[in-house]
């Protein structure tokens, strides 16, 4: 079974910075992706970022240029640095792993942004 914990939510002023943290139970070079989606109230799951197994990264475009995603291998963690923080970013972060169409989800974060 495998595990995915989130960590480092919190509530920040508009223009602040969080680093989101997923630890996963297994080696993080077992999966095609890990990476971020975040739900707010009312609204569906999105794709926030992704890094592959190869260490190519996606963003998903409004947060291109604040986000950044990265790992480490030897923690099997993998990292959301978000920067520039804005209300619209107020969602629940959930930390994902695939192997092909299996999906691995985490329990999610809050990140709550104020104006």
């Known amino acids: 079974q495998v595990q995915l914990v989130e960590s480092g939510g919190g509530l920040v002023q508009s223009g602040g910075s969080l680093k989101l943290s997923c630890k996963v139970s297994?080696?993080?070079?077992?999966?095609?992706?890990v990476g971020w989606h975040r739900q707010a109230p009312g609204q569906t799951r999105d794709f926030v970022a992704a890094?592959?197994?190869?260490?190519?990264?996606r963003y998903e475009d409004s947060v291109k240029g604040r986000f950044t995603i990265s790992r480490d291998g030897a923690k099997n963690t993998v990292y959301l640095q978000m920067n520039d923080l804005k209300p619209e970013d107020t969602a629940v972060y959930y930390c994902?792993?695939?192997?092909?169409?299996?999906?691995?989800w985490g329990q999610g974060t809050q990140v709550t942004v104020s104006s």
């Open positions: 994902y792993s695939n192997i092909l169409s299996r999906h691995y």
């Open positions: 297994e080696n993080i070079f077992n999966f095609n992706n």
């Open positions: 890094i592959n197994v190869g260490g190519v990264t």
